[in-house]
């Protein structure tokens, strides 16, 4: 096993700059996601480091080696698709063979490593059946273990949750990172899905319009986004943005957005200077803002009741302060009806703050 | 009077009985949902109530009246399909306007319809814009402006956020939310997506098999679910399941299983006609169980933590007991990783019990 580095990779499809001068490093065993919405480049990504294919510029070195110019068969590299190409008229042990027979191992030594892989990913009992009769998670894992029989060195698995229902992605999802673990493997892992790509990831590329907006581990990511971008990806319910601006009164500093003011608790000094006279954008998480059925706290601001949906274990209600629609998290235990009158507190240590311009964290 | 009455409803196709035996009704204003897997029955249901089905038996009153021979577009029912089905070549105002056009509704009566429908779902500003320029959030507000322009009694809605990724859907929820609220017509919705039911529905049916399993609004279905089906498929991480037996030390009622010794006494009431030796399952939702480095509880378990998923503010902490697998979702604890020893606490008020040859809630 070993880890993979990209060094300045760029790609084009005719006009259109699919990647983006990507630069990352992944190091040996690590599960690494690459994250974003579709056409943000993760497929191709994928495809330049199993050698389907070839970037215009840059270098993608597998362990020590350049591999530019190595064919897809001698990179040692496993790909599962989207959908995965099982055939349907083979068995389950036929169809996870297939890549030994090719190499033309032994019989016997075919039947051992089969039997070793399906054991791992709990599939002998598909070993007989032919594939009609596999639910979606199943021919996943056939499909997987297709590719993992051959050992590679590198394995990527390009949104492979996808067409399962919410119920077995829940489930795979777990397995696919149990797997990672037990195997010692180098995986990357694309997906649309930013809680798949937080719950499965050691660390995450968000990536957007073939560029990588930042690189972190899932805790990195959701308390420090780099961008607003990365900021309204990450996390579920999406953080709450609003147009701000920074003003002084008395020795505080004061982020104000018209319909209402939060203080600044950190760092004002370091945003003072090149933030006064720029337009920002204040970040609060709706999990960071508390209902209040009073207003006799200070920093409270009055609101009503827009939505609440009902999440089972928390609500998310939707308060209109002003002119600002807020998304806040709360407990299941209280209920907010349609209109009612209620006070939003923010929590301010926990405020983010970015350019409006570039989009750019503050600090 | 109920918008809408449907009652014994069946349905074979062939020999394959689709809809077994359905019955529900829905009040003014209110928002019921048909949720299930694929196969359920829920959309022959629906299908049925629009009249682009023919029951096998049973009746559909719409506003009082049976409708089982009236025509889909006689009956008053607006119906949003899963593509929105705008027209790329039409604007905005002549997409919600086709449908009076259809009905030769005269010049000046059809504009002001229009306009006030428009306005109503907050597309006023972009009349003159063509379908195929539309973003997703407002092709759906154009395709249910055109269905309420028609002035119907009720509005159908076949899985309409069913093809849209992770983080629009977040958006278009609430927004189809809001709408819901400010037109306030009855809604049947279609999903096999729970967290989408959930947050849309004032009350849910949970469909299995061509029949309603249970109806309920959502606190009621996710708080008590009557049947293991529902207690599985509602929530999600999914909730643990726990095989055991009540037994009695001396008063005191304890549900054993393998690894845990639960007291019950305070429930003995509700469960002490559970005959001993019966097979039983225990049932705790991932968030009602809570975990800590520290022993602060006398029933608390001791577990390792075999697996951590990171989904911003909260974790999903996969646990070992000594044999058993247990999911809980708890604050996210820097301190707490994969190997570490904690302790797990169940929340008592949150319990539910299950026969297990009868998958019938018991608690």
Not at chain 1, 291 to 319: A, I, K, P, W, Y
Not at chain 2, 101 to 114: D, G, L, N, Y
Not at chain 2, 128 to 146: E, N, T, W
Request: with cysteine.
């Amino acid at each position: 096993m070993v880890g993979l580095r990209f060094a300045n990779i760029s790609k084009k499809a005719g006009k259109r700059q699919i990647l983006k001068n990507v630069s990352l490093e992944v190091p040996d065993k690590e599960l690494f996601v690459v994250a974003g919405p579709p056409g943000a480049g993760k497929t191709t990504l994928l495809k330049i480091i199993a050698g389907l294919v070839v970037p215009d510029e840059g270098e993608v070195y597998i362990g020590d080696q350049i591999v530019n110019t190595v064919p897809p068969s001698d990179r040692d590299v496993g790909m599962v698709f989207e959908v995965p190409p099982i055939y349907p008229n083979r068995t389950g042990f036929q169809n996870i063979a297939f890549p030994l027979e090719i190499k033309r191992l032994r019989k016997d030594q075919v039947k051992e490593r089969v039997g070793e892989v399906a054991e791992l990913l709990q599939i002998s009992h598909l070993l007989d059946r032919k594939p009609a009769t596999y639910s979606g998670g199943e021919l996943q894992r056939v499909a997987l273990a297709r590719v993992l029989v051959r050992k590679p060195r590198v394995l990527l698995l390009d949104e492979p949750l996808k067409n399962l229902d919410a119920k077995i992605r829940e489930t795979t999802r777990v397995e696919l990172k149990r797997l990672q673990r037990e195997f010692g493997i180098t995986m990357i892992f694309s997906t649309h899905d930013e809680l798949e790509a937080t719950a499965v990831g050691d660390r995450i590329a968000v990536m957007k319009e073939g560029a990588i907006e930042q690189i972190g581990s899932p805790k990195e990511l959701y308390s420090s986004p780099k961008t607003v971008f990365v900021a309204r990806f990450i996390g579920s319910p999406t953080m709450n943005l609003t147009a701000c601006a920074l003003k002084r009164t008395g020795d505080r500093w004061v982020l104000d957005a018209l319909d209402f003011k939060i203080d600044v608790k950190t760092g004002a000094h370091e945003i003072e200077s090149e933030a006064m006279t720029q337009e920002l954008l204040l970040g609060v998480r709706p999990e960071d803002i508390l209902l209040l059925d009073s207003g006799d706290e200070r920093g409270c601001f009055e609101g009503q009741v827009e939505l609440t949906q009902n999440f089972g274990d928390e609500r998310v209600v939707t308060v209109r302060v002003g002119k600002t629609s807020l998304n806040c998290l709360t407990g299941k235990d209280r209920v907010f009806p349609y209109g009612q009158k209620v006070y939003v507190k923010f929590k301010e240590e926990n405020a983010h703050i970015f350019r409006k311009e570039t989009g750019i964290a503050v600090a | 009077m109920p918008k809408l009455v449907v009652k014994n409803l069946r349905k074979l196709f062939g020999a394959f009985e689709a809809v077994k035996d359905v019955s529900f009704q829905v009040e003014e204003e209110e928002t019921l949902c048909l949720l299930g897997p694929s196969g359920c029955g829920k959309t022959t249901t629906l299908r049925i109530i629009a009249g682009l089905e023919v029951p096998t038996s049973g009746e559909v009153f719409v506003d009082g009246k049976l409708v089982n021979d009236v025509p889909p577009q006689d009956r008053q029912i607006g119906l949003v399909f899963q593509d929105y089905a705008i027209f790329p070549h039409l604007s905005v105002f002549e997409n919600i306007a086709f449908g009076l056009r259809v009905r030769k509704i005269p010049e000046a009566q059809m504009k002001t319809r229009v306009k006030d429908t428009a306005s109503l779902i907050g597309v006023d500003g972009i009349l003159d814009v063509l379908g195929k320029k539309l973003g997703l959030s407002d092709m759906q507000r154009v395709a249910i402006g055109r269905s309420i322009v028609l002035n119907p009694k009720l509005l159908l809605l076949d899985e309409p956020l069913s093809n849209i990724d992770a983080k629009a859907r977040e958006m278009m929820r609430a927004e189809l939310g809001k709408l819901q609220k400010e037109i306030g017509i009855a809604t049947v919705y279609v999903t096999h997506d729970q967290l989408e039911a959930m947050t849309l529905a004032d009350r849910i049916a949970v469909m299995r098999a061509g029949l309603i399993e249970q109806m309920g609004t959502t606190s009621e279905i996710y708080d008590r679910a009557r049947t293991l089906f529902v207690a599985k498929f509602i929530g999600s991480p999914t909730m643990n399941l726990i095989d055991c037996e009540l037994v009695y030390n001396g008063k005191r009622a304890i549900l054993k299983s393998e690894d845990l010794a639960l007291d019950v006494t305070e429930f003995a009431e509700t469960i002490g006609g559970i005959t001993k030796g019966k097979e039983l399952l225990l049932g705790v939702r991932p968030e009602d169980v809570s975990i800590d480095v520290r022993k602060t509880d006398s029933s608390a378990i001791q577990a390792e933590v075999q697996l951590v998923e990171p989904i911003g503010a909260k974790s999903i902490y996969h646990l070992k007991m000594s044999r058993l697998a247990v999911l809980a979702k708890d604050h996210a604890m820097p301190d707490i990783d994969v190997g570490s020893k904690v302790w797990a606490t169940f929340n008592k008020d949150k319990l539910h019990l299950f026969d297990k040859q009868t998958e019938e809630a018991i608690l």
